[in-house]
């Protein structure tokens, strides 16, 4: 056992998060930690990391145990390059690789700095976490010099997934790891999770990717942990549970009124009373008001306005660019009544502004756009754009007391109900609500207008699989037409009828059905071989074609590239022993006696080895891959 729960409690003001639980995880296991936004999933991972004490019980963890960790949330004040940041995960030798590695790069001739971060890294034997970096940064596809700040929130969590993967910890707690990432990025993540050495820890709600990586699923349900051997042996083990659950509780509390009117009855009963029956009956009614029941479902109902006409927008040659990058090229298609819309693509393709320019929003820079008649839009917003300081109550009433919902006049908080709020919880600031939360305000917002036409842009961020299930099956039944923008592969499979796919240089395809339908249609890309990542800084690559790992072909070598290979393991290894000489010699008393220009020539020459190495081990990987 690496760490584990030993009847652990927790309570946070009148909730109780965990309730005597016991947990282990063992070498290797990937567990996935499952349950309702605030259940207390992300409180469980504190406790077990140590920022937050339990008020009974003790996490039991075995010695020399190290744990890493990949926050829900991007941390404020993060600043450097890509490169410092990763390497910041190694602690003191990180700091001293990192500076190394801006010296080598920016400023190579200043020997003596070179000379003395090279004695440091040698003196903590340093060398082979500087390869670490590299390494990982480069199978994590990161732009090693662009600054962390100016990257998207995708790139960042990408970027500190590398900083908590660089220290190989035994076990790695990720809290929603696939959260603002596109679905090439999901791919590769699955890809480094499914090779890890260590034992991971993580909390998702994206069902596709909980499916492939988890071996283990812990449900974390009123303060209770179980646990369940895979995936699909949650889901039945899950509802065949839930169900015993209610028959037990459904008998207990026919038994406890049974009790109740026994105990109700007149003097003459009260003569005959037991006082064993009595004991029991007042257990009865302390269990009774200790149980935690199930919470209810959120009830989403989707107001339809009006029918639309049968033509909701046609697309005419439409082309349009951004900053001199195609979006765009020539798109034609037809949008009818009852359709059901996905747009797929990575970060930054421009699913977003296709919205706009399908809206009308935004004027094409070349071809034309045709509304249809009796149009009610509906619009999801991916950035959650909510005013702060008001209240939920405030943000869906805004001023208003009762609302018509579905042709019935409800009141605002009975209506947030259905949204899982409490109605003290619908009376808190926008600010203080969790990310699942505030999801779920927006839904109510959006629901609570009547409409033919759903925008939905990346709505499936912070729902728990619960909501996610309900939420997909309002869409499957909503007669009216659906634009949906989300990297939640299931998701898409289980609601759109034809996709929209970003394919790369402004080609946009048109397919039949969901994501898994468009991997059957599409032509497969030809993958091309993997190159070193240039060191200078260069211009920015247009958005990327979406890739999914496919089943590697036969090797592609040619003879000169098969021998190329052969002989790269002896070059390394001879590389390795000069660096290891040249290190010796550096670092031993007597170096700087020498004459100036064995000096300089000595540490030119390690300098010079670092980047053969960088290029041996690099064309080394794109021999292997296509090998």
């Not at 003459?268 to 009373?273: D, I, K, L, N, V």
Request: aromatic share 6%; proline share 4%; with cysteine.
């Amino acid at each position: 056992m690496l760490i584990g729960l030993k009847n652990l409690s927790l309570r946070v003001g009148s909730t109780v998060l965990l309730d005597d639980a016991q947990f282990s995880i063992e070498p290797r296991e990937r567990v996935c930690l499952v349950g309702r936004n605030g259940a207390g999933k992300s409180t469980l991972f504190r406790v077990l990391s140590g920022t937050q004490a339990s008020d009974q019980g003790e996490v039991v963890k075995a010695s020399h145990v190290r744990l890493g960790s990949l926050a829900q949330e991007v941390p404020a004040g993060d600043k450097g390059n890509v490169y410092a940041l990763v390497a910041r995960g190694l602690g003191e030798i990180g700091d001293i690789v990192a500076r190394y590695h801006d010296v080598l790069l920016h400023n190579p001739n200043d020997l003596s700095k070179l000379g003395k971060l090279q004695a440091q890294i040698d003196r903590l034997d340093g060398w082979a976490m500087e390869h670490r970096v590299q390494t990982i940064v480069s199978r994590l596809d990161l732009p090693a010099e662009a600054d962390f700040e100016s990257l998207s929130g995708g790139m960042k969590r990408r970027v500190l997934l590398a900083q908590a993967l660089v220290s190989e910890p035994d076990l790695l707690l990720l809290d929603e790891p696939t959260n603002h990432l596109d679905i090439p990025s999901i791919a590769l993540l699955e890809d480094v999770l499914l090779q890890y050495p260590g034992a991971i820890l993580f909390i998702s709600h994206d069902r596709a990717f909980v499916r492939r990586v988890a071996t283990r699923i812990c449900d974390l349900d009123r303060g209770k942990l179980t646990s369940w051997d895979g995936y699909d042996g949650w889901v039945k083990g899950k509802e065949e549970a839930l169900h015993a659950e209610a028959r037990q509780n459904a008998l207990f509390d026919k038994r406890l009124a049974e009790e109740e009117a026994w105990i109700r009855k007149g003097v003459e009963a009260r003569r005959t009373r037991s006082a064993g029956r009595v004991t029991r009956l007042l257990e009865m009614r302390r269990t009774y008001s200790a149980r935690r029941n199930l919470e209810g479902d959120a009830k989403i109902v989707v107001q339809e306005a009006e029918r639309s006409g049968k033509l909701v927008a046609e697309l005419k040659g439409l082309s349009h660019d951004f900053a001199g990058q195609p979006i765009v090229r020539n798109l034609s298609t037809l949008i009818q009544r009852g359709d059901k819309i996905g747009i797929i693509g990575p970060n930054g393709a421009g699913k977003t502004t296709l919205l706009r320019l399908i809206l009308g929003q935004l004027q094409p820079q070349q071809g034309e756009v045709r509304h249809g008649s009796k149009l009610e839009i509906g619009y999801f917003d991916q950035l959650r754009r909510l005013a702060e300081d008001r209240t939920a109550v405030e943000a869906i009433g805004d001023g208003r007391e009762f609302l018509e919902i579905d042709g019935q006049r409800r009141h605002v908080i009975t209506y947030l109900q259905d949204f899982l709020f409490t109605a003290d919880r619908s009376r808190v600031p926008v600010r203080v609500l969790s990310g699942g939360e505030r999801a779920r305000l927006l839904l109510a917002q959006l629901f609570a207008k009547p409409s033919n036409v759903l925008v939905l842009d990346e709505p499936t961020n912070d729902l728990d699989m619960e909501t996610l299930d309900l939420l997909e099956e309002r869409l499957v039944e909503y007669s009216g037409t659906v634009l949906l923008v989300s990297h939640d592969r299931e998701f898409l499979d289980n609601v759109v009828t034809r996709s929209l796919v970003f394919e790369g240089d402004g080609r946009v395809g048109d397919y039949v059905g969901g994501y898994a339908d468009w991997l059957r249609q599409r032509t497969p890309p030809a993958e091309p071989a993997r190159t070193p990542r240039a060191t200078a800084k260069a211009a920015p690559e247009p958005a990327p074609v979406v890739i999914v790992p496919t089943p590697a072909p036969a090797s592609r070598l040619n003879t000169r590239e098969r021998r190329e290979l052969d002989a790269l393991p002896g070059r390394i290894e001879k590389l390795d022993a000069e660096q290891a000489a040249l290190a010796a010699q550096i670092s031993s008393p007597d170096f700087y006696a020498r004459p100036r220009e064995q000096q300089a020539a000595a540490e030119q020459r390690l300098a010079d080895i670092e980047h053969e190495l960088a290029t041996a081990y690099a064309r080394w990987e794109a021999l292997e891959a296509l090998k």
